[in-house]
């Protein structure tokens, strides 16, 4: 598990609560505290993923056959499925952060190799 960097909380403190009697140490560790249980809570995921193949075959003869406009309608509903709950096809249940992190860098590396 990561662990955080305590220097930023604490300059934000002392900017923000002074340097006097030490109240921005104490509530930078406040700060700190609560955001590394954030990091702990497996039921948290504050990201967005939005990656599709636009070499997908069926994706690429919609964009061929009726166009820009339509290419762009379905990919969106796609975002939005995808974006709704990322699911485990092979073990037919909802996707851990792990797996989702691995898909996008799994994603990143092939287009990485393309260019």
Same mark, same amino acid.
């Given at each position: 598990?990561? %662990? *955080?960097?305590?220097?930023?909380? *604490?300059?934000?403190?002392?900017?923000? /609560? @002074?340097?006097?009697? @030490?109240?921005?140490?104490?509530?930078?560790?406040?700060?700190?505290? $609560?955001?590394?249980?954030?990091?702990?809570?497996?039921?948290?995921?504050?990201?967005? &993923?939005?990656? &599709?193949?636009?070499?997908?075959? !069926?994706?690429? #003869?919609? $964009?061929?056959?009726? #166009?820009? %406009?339509? /290419? !762009?309608? $379905?990919?969106?509903?796609?975002? $939005? &499925? &995808?974006? %709704?709950?990322?699911?485990?096809? !092979?073990?037919?249940?909802?996707?851990?952060?792990? %797996?989702?992190?691995? *898909?996008? *860098?799994?994603?990143?590396?092939? +287009?990485? +190799?393309? +260019?």
């Amino acid at each position: 598990m990561s %662990e *955080l960097d305590e220097k930023p909380f *604490l300059a934000a403190c002392k900017k923000r /609560y @002074g340097v006097a009697d @030490g109240e921005a140490e104490i509530k930078a560790a406040e700060f700190c505290s $609560e955001w590394q249980e954030h990091l702990k809570d497996a039921n948290w995921h504050p990201f967005k &993923i939005q990656i &599709i193949n636009e070499d997908d075959e !069926k994706l690429v #003869g919609l $964009e061929e056959q009726l #166009g820009d %406009e339509v /290419y !762009k309608a $379905e990919t969106t509903a796609l975002l $939005e &499925i &995808i974006n %709704e709950k990322l699911w485990n096809k !092979k073990e037919d249940r909802k996707a851990s952060m792990h %797996e989702a992190l691995q *898909l996008v *860098l799994n994603q990143w590396k092939l +287009r990485r +190799r393309r +260019r």
